[in-house]
Protein backbone atom coordinates (compact mmCIF):
# COMPACT_ATOMS: atom_id res chain seq x y z
CA UNK A 1 0.00 0.00 0.00
CA UNK A 2 3.14 2.39 0.67
CA UNK A 3 4.27 1.69 -2.91
CA UNK A 4 1.01 2.69 -4.09
CA UNK A 5 1.13 5.65 -2.60
CA UNK A 6 4.80 6.87 -3.23
CA UNK A 7 5.43 9.61 -5.74
CA UNK A 8 6.60 7.50 -8.20
CA UNK A 9 3.59 5.35 -8.43
CA UNK A 10 1.45 8.31 -8.99
CA UNK A 11 3.88 9.89 -11.28
CA UNK A 12 4.16 6.75 -13.39
CA UNK A 13 0.05 6.69 -13.36
CA UNK A 14 -0.83 9.59 -14.87
CA UNK A 15 2.44 10.05 -17.26
CA UNK A 16 1.32 6.12 -18.22
CA UNK A 17 -2.20 6.97 -18.46
CA UNK A 18 -2.07 10.58 -20.46
CA UNK A 19 0.23 8.80 -22.86
CA UNK A 20 -2.32 5.89 -23.35
CA UNK A 21 -5.27 8.60 -23.78
CA UNK A 22 -2.46 10.36 -26.65
CA UNK A 23 -1.82 7.06 -28.31
CA UNK A 24 -5.17 6.00 -28.66
CA UNK A 25 -7.02 9.53 -29.92
CA UNK A 26 -3.43 9.17 -32.44
CA UNK A 27 -4.89 5.60 -33.31
CA UNK A 28 -8.24 6.54 -34.28
CA UNK A 29 -6.95 9.55 -35.77
CA UNK A 30 -4.02 7.80 -38.14
CA UNK A 31 -6.72 4.99 -39.51
CA UNK A 32 -9.58 7.87 -39.53
CA UNK A 33 -6.69 9.52 -41.95
CA UNK A 34 -5.31 6.68 -44.14
CA UNK A 35 -9.03 5.92 -44.84
CA UNK A 36 -9.96 9.34 -46.09
CA UNK A 37 -6.28 9.69 -48.38
CA UNK A 38 -7.14 6.34 -49.86
CA UNK A 39 -10.75 7.26 -50.66
CA UNK A 40 -9.46 10.28 -51.85
CA UNK A 41 -7.09 8.90 -54.28
CA UNK A 42 -9.83 6.34 -55.51
CA UNK A 43 -12.06 9.03 -55.79
CA UNK A 44 -9.00 11.25 -58.29
CA UNK A 45 -8.46 7.79 -60.45
CA UNK A 46 -12.12 7.74 -61.43
CA UNK A 47 -12.26 10.84 -62.55
CA UNK A 48 -9.08 10.78 -64.41
CA UNK A 49 -10.22 7.22 -65.89
CA UNK A 50 -13.64 8.71 -66.30
CA UNK A 51 -12.52 11.80 -68.09
CA UNK A 52 -10.55 9.75 -70.95
CA UNK A 53 -13.15 7.33 -71.56
CA UNK A 54 -16.06 10.21 -72.25
CA UNK A 55 -13.25 12.14 -74.33
CA UNK A 56 -12.85 8.61 -76.26
CA UNK A 57 -16.53 7.86 -76.56
CA UNK A 58 -17.16 11.86 -77.58
CA UNK A 59 -14.83 10.81 -80.61
CA UNK A 60 -17.30 7.88 -81.52
CA UNK A 61 -14.77 5.16 -80.75
CA UNK A 62 -16.61 1.78 -79.89
CA UNK A 63 -17.10 1.16 -76.01
CA UNK A 64 -15.44 -1.87 -76.06
CA UNK A 65 -12.25 -0.31 -77.78
CA UNK A 66 -11.82 2.51 -75.29
CA UNK A 67 -8.31 2.42 -73.94
CA UNK A 68 -8.78 3.10 -70.31
CA UNK A 69 -5.38 4.73 -68.81
CA UNK A 70 -4.28 2.09 -66.32
CA UNK A 71 -3.66 3.44 -62.82
CA UNK A 72 -2.53 3.40 -59.25
CA UNK A 73 -5.60 0.93 -57.77
CA UNK A 74 -6.51 -0.85 -60.87
CA UNK A 75 -9.29 0.07 -63.34
CA UNK A 76 -12.91 1.11 -62.29
CA UNK A 77 -16.38 -0.32 -62.94
CA UNK A 78 -17.56 2.18 -65.81
CA UNK A 79 -20.95 1.81 -67.59
CA UNK A 80 -23.39 3.84 -69.41
CA UNK A 81 -26.69 4.96 -67.84
CA UNK A 82 -30.12 7.15 -68.71
CA UNK A 83 -29.95 7.41 -72.38
CA UNK A 84 -32.55 10.25 -73.31
CA UNK A 85 -32.40 10.03 -77.20
CA UNK A 86 -32.11 6.51 -78.96
CA UNK A 87 -32.29 3.21 -77.34
CA UNK A 88 -34.18 3.23 -73.46
CA UNK A 89 -31.69 0.47 -72.52
CA UNK A 90 -27.88 1.06 -70.68
CA UNK A 91 -25.12 -0.13 -71.68
CA UNK A 92 -22.72 -1.34 -69.10
CA UNK A 93 -19.27 -1.27 -70.61
CA UNK A 94 -18.18 -4.12 -68.70
CA UNK A 95 -20.29 -6.47 -70.16
CA UNK A 96 -18.62 -6.74 -73.70
CA UNK A 97 -16.59 -9.87 -74.63
CA UNK A 98 -13.66 -7.35 -75.29
CA UNK A 99 -14.41 -4.84 -71.91
CA UNK A 100 -11.13 -3.83 -70.50
CA UNK A 101 -13.26 -3.19 -67.34
CA UNK A 102 -13.75 -5.02 -64.34
CA UNK A 103 -16.90 -6.35 -62.97
CA UNK A 104 -18.08 -5.09 -59.77
CA UNK A 105 -19.55 -7.77 -57.52
CA UNK A 106 -23.23 -6.70 -56.36
CA UNK A 107 -23.00 -5.92 -52.73
CA UNK A 108 -19.51 -4.41 -52.25
CA UNK A 109 -18.99 -1.27 -50.68
CA UNK A 110 -17.94 1.23 -53.64
CA UNK A 111 -16.99 5.24 -54.38
CA UNK A 112 -18.90 6.66 -57.74
CA UNK A 113 -17.85 9.20 -59.54
CA UNK A 114 -20.34 10.14 -62.78
CA UNK A 115 -20.29 12.49 -66.22
CA UNK A 116 -22.88 13.52 -68.51
CA UNK A 117 -21.74 13.50 -71.87
CA UNK A 118 -24.03 13.97 -75.01
CA UNK A 119 -23.15 11.33 -77.79
CA UNK A 120 -24.38 11.39 -81.22
CA UNK A 121 -27.16 8.75 -80.00
CA UNK A 122 -27.76 11.10 -77.47
CA UNK A 123 -27.33 12.33 -73.96
CA UNK A 124 -25.91 10.14 -71.19
CA UNK A 125 -24.48 9.50 -67.80
CA UNK A 126 -20.88 8.14 -67.68
CA UNK A 127 -20.63 6.04 -64.60
CA UNK A 128 -17.09 4.79 -62.66
CA UNK A 129 -17.24 2.79 -59.69
CA UNK A 130 -14.48 1.67 -57.77
CA UNK A 131 -14.42 -0.44 -54.60
CA UNK A 132 -13.79 -0.13 -51.61
CA UNK A 133 -12.42 -3.49 -50.28
CA UNK A 134 -8.66 -2.43 -50.92
CA UNK A 135 -9.71 0.37 -48.45
CA UNK A 136 -11.08 -1.90 -45.33
CA UNK A 137 -8.61 -4.26 -45.68
CA UNK A 138 -5.90 -1.53 -45.62
CA UNK A 139 -7.44 -0.16 -42.42
CA UNK A 140 -8.14 -3.57 -41.24
CA UNK A 141 -4.12 -4.62 -41.36
CA UNK A 142 -3.62 -1.05 -39.39
CA UNK A 143 -6.24 -1.65 -37.05
CA UNK A 144 -4.69 -5.22 -36.15
CA UNK A 145 -1.04 -3.70 -36.23
CA UNK A 146 -2.17 -1.01 -33.74
CA UNK A 147 -4.28 -3.66 -31.49
CA UNK A 148 -0.76 -5.37 -31.16
CA UNK A 149 1.27 -2.03 -30.78
CA UNK A 150 -0.37 0.62 -28.79
CA UNK A 151 -0.69 -1.90 -25.12
CA UNK A 152 2.78 -2.67 -25.74
CA UNK A 153 3.59 0.88 -26.24
CA UNK A 154 1.57 1.92 -22.88
CA UNK A 155 3.00 -0.78 -21.07
CA UNK A 156 6.83 -0.08 -22.26
CA UNK A 157 5.72 3.94 -21.51
CA UNK A 158 4.62 2.69 -18.09
CA UNK A 159 7.88 0.67 -16.87
CA UNK A 160 10.36 3.43 -18.47
CA UNK A 161 8.45 6.18 -16.85
CA UNK A 162 8.89 4.26 -13.63
CA UNK A 163 12.50 3.48 -13.97
CA UNK A 164 12.92 7.27 -14.68
CA UNK A 165 11.09 8.39 -12.05
CA UNK A 166 13.02 6.09 -9.55
CA UNK A 167 16.44 7.20 -11.09
CA UNK A 168 15.37 10.73 -10.42
CA UNK A 169 14.14 10.37 -7.06
CA UNK A 170 17.15 8.62 -5.92
CA UNK A 171 19.01 10.95 -4.37
CA UNK A 172 15.69 12.38 -2.75
CA UNK A 173 15.84 9.02 -1.07
CA UNK A 174 18.73 9.01 0.26
CA UNK A 175 18.66 12.77 1.96
CA UNK A 176 15.70 11.12 3.22
CA UNK A 177 17.57 8.19 5.01
CA UNK A 178 20.51 10.48 6.18
CA UNK A 179 18.15 12.99 7.92
CA UNK A 180 16.75 10.10 9.68
CA UNK A 181 19.73 9.02 10.68
CA UNK A 182 21.41 12.45 11.99
CA UNK A 183 20.24 12.98 16.05
CA UNK A 184 21.67 14.94 18.16
CA UNK A 185 25.15 13.04 18.74
CA UNK A 186 25.67 12.88 14.87
CA UNK A 187 24.28 16.52 13.97
CA UNK A 188 27.97 16.89 12.50
CA UNK A 189 26.55 14.77 9.25
CA UNK A 190 25.30 16.05 6.07
CA UNK A 191 22.93 14.60 3.49
CA UNK A 192 24.26 13.98 0.18
CA UNK A 193 24.58 16.57 -2.70
CA UNK A 194 24.04 15.69 -6.52
CA UNK A 195 26.60 17.75 -8.20
CA UNK A 196 23.07 18.19 -10.82
CA UNK A 197 22.25 22.24 -10.41
CA UNK A 198 18.22 21.04 -10.20
CA UNK A 199 15.84 21.35 -7.49
CA UNK A 200 16.83 18.13 -6.00
CA UNK A 201 20.19 19.43 -5.74
CA UNK A 202 19.12 23.03 -4.38
CA UNK A 203 17.26 20.98 -1.96
CA UNK A 204 19.93 19.22 -0.24
CA UNK A 205 22.05 22.10 -0.42
CA UNK A 206 19.64 23.80 1.72
CA UNK A 207 18.98 21.20 4.21
CA UNK A 208 22.87 20.52 4.77
CA UNK A 209 23.28 24.88 5.25
CA UNK A 210 19.44 23.85 7.69
CA UNK A 211 22.10 21.20 9.32
CA UNK A 212 24.56 23.82 9.92
CA UNK A 213 22.73 26.22 11.29
CA UNK A 214 21.23 23.57 13.75
CA UNK A 215 25.10 22.66 14.16
CA UNK A 216 25.95 26.06 15.19
CA UNK A 217 23.17 26.72 17.56
CA UNK A 218 23.13 23.27 19.44
CA UNK A 219 27.08 24.25 19.97
CA UNK A 220 26.08 27.48 20.99
CA UNK A 221 24.07 25.92 23.67
CA UNK A 222 26.43 23.77 24.80
CA UNK A 223 29.21 25.91 25.01
CA UNK A 224 26.20 28.73 27.10
CA UNK A 225 25.68 25.70 29.60
CA UNK A 226 29.69 24.65 29.99
CA UNK A 227 30.50 28.47 30.58
CA UNK A 228 27.76 28.77 32.63
CA UNK A 229 28.75 25.58 34.91
CA UNK A 230 32.14 26.69 34.61
CA UNK A 231 31.66 30.61 36.15
CA UNK A 232 28.58 29.77 38.08
CA UNK A 233 30.46 26.93 40.20
CA UNK A 234 33.12 29.71 42.17
CA UNK A 235 30.59 31.93 43.56
CA UNK A 236 28.06 29.62 44.37
CA UNK A 237 30.66 27.62 46.07
CA UNK A 238 31.90 30.70 47.84
CA UNK A 239 28.95 31.30 48.98
CA UNK A 240 28.14 28.28 50.20
CA UNK A 241 31.68 27.78 52.68
CA UNK A 242 30.97 30.61 53.71
CA UNK A 243 27.52 29.87 55.51
CA UNK A 244 29.08 26.92 56.22
CA UNK A 245 32.02 28.14 58.44
CA UNK A 246 29.06 30.73 60.13
CA UNK A 247 26.67 27.90 61.10
CA UNK A 248 29.51 25.99 62.43
CA UNK A 249 30.36 28.93 64.67
CA UNK A 250 27.28 29.89 65.42
CA UNK A 251 26.72 32.58 67.76
CA UNK A 252 30.27 33.55 67.69
CA UNK A 253 30.55 34.29 63.81
CA UNK A 254 30.64 38.17 62.09
CA UNK A 255 27.25 37.39 60.65
CA UNK A 256 27.31 40.78 59.52
CA UNK A 257 30.66 40.55 57.97
CA UNK A 258 29.64 37.13 56.37
CA UNK A 259 26.36 39.38 54.74
CA UNK A 260 28.56 41.68 53.24
CA UNK A 261 30.69 38.69 51.55
CA UNK A 262 27.38 36.57 50.54
CA UNK A 263 26.40 40.12 49.40
CA UNK A 264 29.92 39.88 47.11
CA UNK A 265 29.32 37.29 45.96
CA UNK A 266 25.95 37.45 44.46
CA UNK A 267 27.04 40.31 42.99
CA UNK A 268 29.69 38.18 41.05
CA UNK A 269 27.39 36.01 40.65
CA UNK A 270 24.81 38.45 38.79
CA UNK A 271 27.59 39.92 36.69
CA UNK A 272 27.97 36.68 35.80
CA UNK A 273 24.85 35.47 34.71
CA UNK A 274 24.57 38.90 32.73
CA UNK A 275 27.62 38.43 30.91
CA UNK A 276 26.99 34.89 29.66
CA UNK A 277 23.25 36.23 28.46
CA UNK A 278 24.78 38.86 26.61
CA UNK A 279 27.50 36.56 25.20
CA UNK A 280 24.37 33.94 24.19
CA UNK A 281 23.05 36.93 22.46
CA UNK A 282 25.76 38.43 20.77
CA UNK A 283 26.16 34.71 19.38
CA UNK A 284 22.30 34.08 18.51
CA UNK A 285 22.43 37.57 16.19
CA UNK A 286 19.78 40.12 17.02
CA UNK A 287 19.15 42.72 14.81
CA UNK A 288 22.01 44.93 13.38
CA UNK A 289 20.42 46.83 10.62
CA UNK A 290 20.18 50.18 12.49
CA UNK A 291 22.25 53.83 12.15
CA UNK A 292 24.41 53.46 15.46
CA UNK A 293 26.09 56.75 16.60
CA UNK A 294 29.31 55.45 18.12
CA UNK A 295 30.18 59.03 18.99
CA UNK A 296 27.28 59.28 21.31
CA UNK A 297 27.73 55.87 22.63
CA UNK A 298 31.63 56.26 23.41
CA UNK A 299 31.54 59.64 25.06
CA UNK A 300 28.43 58.43 27.15
CA UNK A 301 30.08 55.23 28.42
CA UNK A 302 33.55 57.82 28.94
CA UNK A 303 31.43 59.87 31.33
CA UNK A 304 29.94 57.22 33.27
CA UNK A 305 33.73 55.45 34.00
CA UNK A 306 34.79 59.61 34.71
CA UNK A 307 32.30 59.59 37.10
CA UNK A 308 32.55 56.35 38.96
CA UNK A 309 34.13 56.61 41.97
CA UNK A 310 35.98 53.47 41.77
CA UNK A 311 37.64 54.52 38.36
CA UNK A 312 40.95 56.60 39.25
CA UNK A 313 42.11 56.80 35.34
CA UNK A 314 41.59 59.97 32.85
CA UNK A 315 39.75 59.27 29.77
CA UNK A 316 41.21 61.18 27.14
CA UNK A 317 38.02 61.97 24.15
CA UNK A 318 39.33 64.93 22.31
CA UNK A 319 40.06 62.60 19.20
CA UNK A 320 36.38 61.33 19.02
CA UNK A 321 34.82 62.52 16.13
CA UNK A 322 31.56 62.22 14.16
CA UNK A 323 30.98 57.97 13.31
CA UNK A 324 27.50 56.40 12.31
CA UNK A 325 27.99 52.42 12.22
CA UNK A 326 24.83 50.06 10.83
CA UNK A 327 24.26 47.70 13.66
CA UNK A 328 22.66 46.73 16.99
CA UNK A 329 22.76 49.97 19.40
CA UNK A 330 22.86 47.87 22.55
CA UNK A 331 25.49 45.44 20.97
CA UNK A 332 28.01 48.45 19.99
CA UNK A 333 27.32 49.80 23.39
CA UNK A 334 28.70 46.91 25.03
CA UNK A 335 31.56 46.89 22.63
CA UNK A 336 32.58 50.38 23.93
CA UNK A 337 31.78 49.45 27.44
CA UNK A 338 34.26 46.22 27.76
CA UNK A 339 36.58 47.26 26.00
CA UNK A 340 36.64 50.68 28.33
CA UNK A 341 36.24 48.48 31.42
CA UNK A 342 39.26 46.48 30.12
CA UNK A 343 41.53 49.64 29.43
CA UNK A 344 40.19 51.03 32.88
CA UNK A 345 41.26 48.31 34.78
CA UNK A 346 44.86 47.28 33.17
CA UNK A 347 45.70 51.16 33.11
CA UNK A 348 48.26 53.09 35.57
CA UNK A 349 46.63 56.56 35.34
CA UNK A 350 45.73 57.06 31.49
CA UNK A 351 43.22 56.23 28.45
CA UNK A 352 42.66 57.83 25.25
CA UNK A 353 39.75 56.79 22.99
CA UNK A 354 39.95 58.04 19.17
CA UNK A 355 36.83 57.78 16.65
CA UNK A 356 37.34 58.14 13.16
CA UNK A 357 35.97 56.94 9.79
CA UNK A 358 38.27 55.35 7.12
CA UNK A 359 36.41 54.55 3.93
CA UNK A 360 33.59 51.93 4.55
CA UNK A 361 34.23 52.18 8.04
CA UNK A 362 34.08 53.28 11.57
CA UNK A 363 37.22 52.66 13.42
CA UNK A 364 36.96 53.02 17.39
CA UNK A 365 40.89 53.23 19.23
CA UNK A 366 41.28 52.55 22.76
CA UNK A 367 44.55 52.79 24.26
CA UNK A 368 46.19 52.73 27.64
CA UNK A 369 49.06 53.05 29.41
CA UNK A 370 49.23 49.64 30.70
CA UNK A 371 51.70 47.13 30.96
CA UNK A 372 49.98 45.54 26.88
CA UNK A 373 49.60 42.51 25.99
CA UNK A 374 52.67 40.20 24.66
CA UNK A 375 52.32 39.62 21.19
CA UNK A 376 52.24 35.91 21.09
CA UNK A 377 49.23 36.73 23.89
CA UNK A 378 46.94 38.93 21.52
CA UNK A 379 44.91 36.12 19.58
CA UNK A 380 44.39 34.12 22.38
CA UNK A 381 42.77 36.83 24.94
CA UNK A 382 40.29 36.81 22.81
CA UNK A 383 39.35 33.34 23.74
CA UNK A 384 36.53 32.82 26.44
CA UNK A 385 38.07 32.55 30.16
CA UNK A 386 40.96 33.66 29.23
CA UNK A 387 43.04 35.83 32.15
CA UNK A 388 46.49 36.73 31.48
CA UNK A 389 48.92 35.96 34.53
CA UNK A 390 49.43 39.58 35.11
CA UNK A 391 45.23 40.31 34.91
CA UNK A 392 44.47 37.48 37.76
CA UNK A 393 46.47 39.54 39.99
CA UNK A 394 44.95 42.53 39.23
CA UNK A 395 41.56 41.87 37.73
CA UNK A 396 39.81 40.75 40.58
CA UNK A 397 35.97 39.29 39.62
CA UNK A 398 36.69 39.16 35.92
CA UNK A 399 35.29 36.63 34.14
CA UNK A 400 37.45 36.49 31.10
CA UNK A 401 34.90 36.93 28.26
CA UNK A 402 34.63 40.21 28.37
CA UNK A 403 36.81 40.71 25.15
CA UNK A 404 35.45 37.63 23.59
CA UNK A 405 31.75 39.24 23.61
CA UNK A 406 33.57 42.18 21.55
CA UNK A 407 35.46 39.78 18.85
CA UNK A 408 31.94 38.12 18.51
CA UNK A 409 30.08 41.38 18.09
CA UNK A 410 32.28 42.51 15.80
CA UNK A 411 32.01 39.41 13.64
CA UNK A 412 28.38 39.46 13.68
CA UNK A 413 28.64 43.02 12.15
CA UNK A 414 31.03 42.43 9.68
CA UNK A 415 33.81 43.94 11.20
CA UNK A 416 36.69 43.03 13.14
CA UNK A 417 39.02 43.54 16.17
CA UNK A 418 42.74 43.74 16.54
CA UNK A 419 45.15 44.72 19.09
CA UNK A 420 48.34 46.70 19.20
CA UNK A 421 50.95 48.77 20.77
CA UNK A 422 49.98 51.81 22.16
CA UNK A 423 51.72 55.14 21.91
CA UNK A 424 51.27 55.35 25.59
CA UNK A 425 53.12 52.44 26.19
CA UNK A 426 49.96 50.19 26.95
CA UNK A 427 47.92 48.16 24.69
CA UNK A 428 45.84 49.13 21.84
CA UNK A 429 42.47 47.48 20.79
CA UNK A 430 41.22 48.83 16.94
CA UNK A 431 37.47 47.98 16.75
CA UNK A 432 36.33 48.12 12.46
CA UNK A 433 32.16 48.31 12.29
CA UNK A 434 30.42 49.41 9.07
CA UNK A 435 30.03 52.60 8.33
CA UNK A 436 26.67 54.36 7.75
CA UNK A 437 26.83 55.73 4.08
Given at each position: MKRFSSVRFRVTLVATGLFAVALILASFGLVERVRNNLEDEIRKTNN????????????????????????????????????????????????GPNSPFATLPANDP??????RLTLATGTVTLVAERSLTEVTTTTDRINDSLTLGVP?????????????????LRPVEQIRSEAAAITGSTIHKRVPEPTTN????????????????????????????????????????????????????????????????????DARLENAVTDLLDLARAEEGENIDAVVDI??????????????EIVNTTIDTHKVSAGRARGNPAQCTRIVRNLLDNACRHAKSQVAV???????????????????????????????????????????GGMGIGLAMVRTIADRHGGSVTIGDAPLGGARFV???????
Open positions: EQLNAVAQQLQRGVDPNSVDVPNRPGGIPSIRIEGRERGESNNDDLNRRVRAQRFLIVLMGLMTWWLTGRADEIGRLARTMNSMLDRLEESSQRQRRFVSDASHELRSPIATIRAQLEVAKRRGADADWPAVADRILAEDEIVLTEADRYQSSSLTTEQEFVVLTVDDDGPGIPLADRDRVFDRFTRLDEGRSRDAVRLPAEI
